[in-house]
């Protein structure tokens, strides 16, 4: 198979993120060699943030071209079938995978203007509470861990999408069971599907500056401090042995998705912070706690699992979900969670 042409690199995301220099012969960057104490962690965070710079630029440019229209007409024909959902609220699902706060917003919006209806709502929740902002948080997490990964960059997203219309599809068919059809009616309002459109008159490189600049601040003001917690948490399960008992007694349950025991720290420091997931998973492959694979394995249910605690109040409450639904929307999560481990296995196994 021939390579693609060296000037289409630029498509390349890796490619345009580059590599740091090294000092002298020594083969290290500016990080150096240390252990999981705070000051690394906090030089480790300072050598992710060119990484979210560039994927919130990109994405500003890419919403301004019209990317997001975009994806709403190719969606539409297929929304409905696919979710049970109405074409109207395909720009709220492609805005909610940028931003959870407006993809919740403009769900309320549709809801409170009959444009989906209480199933439909509980639908939509369903696919937005696992993995909120599912692009925008996969594309400012990832560079922690990208070095690990083996397999395309894109393919736990991908993963992760699959996963997210299995869950929203699990709460249809409970929706289904309990209460029959939906016999509430939906009229479609166009003017709804222009709330998130970019109508500045902003250059694109204005555009792109925007957008690294909230990388920027978004680096500083929560990656930044969700990655010293992470260190943090981290060295106290080792410092502890609690990493151990938690290895030895979780080691069966983890193992059937080809994990190590470790790997549930993982998972439980996610479900507090997204990001504070992804730095303990960058934490335990540096310590080679968790390998390339199983690295790999993990991800996509990282980010499905991530910030419930966040995303009760971001998306729940403002889409004014009913508390009685709270618990399967954390079950799904999990479930989902679970099924992206199996999927990830496969892949990597065939």
Not at 77 to 85: N, Q, R
Not at 97 to 126: C, M, P, V, W
Not at 143 to 155: C, E, K, Q, R, S
Not at 278 to 291: Q, R
Request: aromatic share 10%; glycine share 8%.
């Amino acid at each position: 198979m021939k390579s693609a042409p060296e000037f289409c690199n630029f498509f390349d995301y890796t490619t345009l993120l580059g590599k740091f220099g090294t000092i002298g012969d020594t083969g290290a960057n500016f990080l150096g060699k240390a252990d999981t104490s705070v000051r690394y962690a906090f030089m480790f965070a300072l050598s992710i943030i060119p990484g979210i710079m560039l994927s919130l630029g990109i994405m500003s440019v890419a919403t301004k071209l019209g990317a997001i229209n975009a994806a709403s007409k190719i969606l539409t024909p297929v929304l409905k079938p696919l979710m049970g959902l109405p074409g109207s609220a395909t720009m709220a699902l492609t805005g909610s995978l940028q931003s959870s706060d407006s993809g919740a917003a403009l769900a309320r919006d549709l809801y409170e203007n009959k444009l989906i209806t209480d199933r439909q709502r509980t639908i939509f929740a369903a696919f937005q509470f696992s993995s909120g902002a599912s692009i925008g948080v996969y594309l400012t997490a990832i560079p922690l861990i990208l070095h690990g990964l083996t397999v395309a960059f894109l393919t736990p997203l991908a993963v992760i999408i699959v996963c997210k219309i299995i869950g929203a599809n699990l709460i249809r068919f409970m929706e289904f069971v309990r209460f029959g059809a939906d016999s509430q009616s939906n009229t479609l309002d166009h003017n709804c599907l222009n709330k998130i459109s970019d109508c500045s008159n902003k250059s694109l490189g204005q555009t792109f500056v925007d957008g690294a600049v909230r990388g920027w601040h978004l680096a500083i003001e929560h990656m930044l401090p969700n990655v010293i917690m992470a260190y943090v948490l981290i060295t106290i399960l080792q410092k502890s042995g609690l990493m151990s008992v938690i290895g030895t007694v979780l080691s069966p349950v983890m193992n059937i998705f080809g994990l190590p025991g470790e790997a549930f720290a993982v998972l439980i420091a996610s479900w507090l912070s997204g990001l504070g997931g992804v730095a303990v998973a960058a934490t335990l492959f540096s310590a080679g706690t968790l390998n390339p694979t199983e690295l790999t394995i993990l991800t996509p249910a990282i980010f499905l699992i991530g910030a419930q605690i966040q995303y009760t109040g971001r998306i729940l409450a403002v889409m004014s979900i009913p508390y009685r639904l709270y618990k399967y929307m954390f079950s799904i999560s999990i479930i989902n969670a679970v099924i992206s481990m199996i999927i990830m296995s496969l892949l990597l196994k065939y």
